[in-house]
């Protein structure tokens, strides 16, 4: 195959547009790059990581908002993050060291999405 891949951008739908893309901007501290009210999409983006908020569109029919895994992002400084997000967000997992030489932790966005954070220990 020739085809290269440039980079993974996830859309993240939810029902509750305005109040997700204020969570990514305020509790993640993600940049507004680009939004349509009207569509009820935003692009975000933070340190070269981006993202879309959107409202399910009619093109596609879902029995839910979900996703069946979780959301990773290496981190340089998972502590400070850690310190930052503990008393502001709903915690899945508190920071740890895990055997595979990660130090890391996850949280709940408000759609119920894992977001995790990671950072090598070698």
Not at 45 to 66: C, R, W
Not at 98 to 119: C, H, K, S, T, V
Request: hydrophobic content about 45%; glycine content about 6%; overall charge negative.
């Amino acid at each position: 195959m020739s085809t290269t891949f440039n980079s993974l951008r996830p859309i993240l739908w939810t029902k509750k547009f305005e109040e997700t893309v204020t969570f990514y901007r305020n509790i993640l501290g993600f940049d507004l790059a680009e939004v349509n009210m009207e569509y009820q999409w935003a692009a975000l983006i933070k340190d070269g990581v981006e993202l879309m908020i959107s409202a399910p569109n009619g093109q596609v029919s879902f029995p839910a908002i979900g996703f069946t895994g979780s959301f990773y992002f290496n981190v340089n400084n998972v502590d400070e993050l850690w310190e930052i997000l503990k008393d502001q967000t709903d915690i899945c997992y508190e920071i740890e060291n895990f055997p595979w030489d990660m130090r890391e932790f996850a949280i709940y966005d408000i759609n119920g999405y894992i977001l995790q954070f990671g950072q090598d220990l070698k």
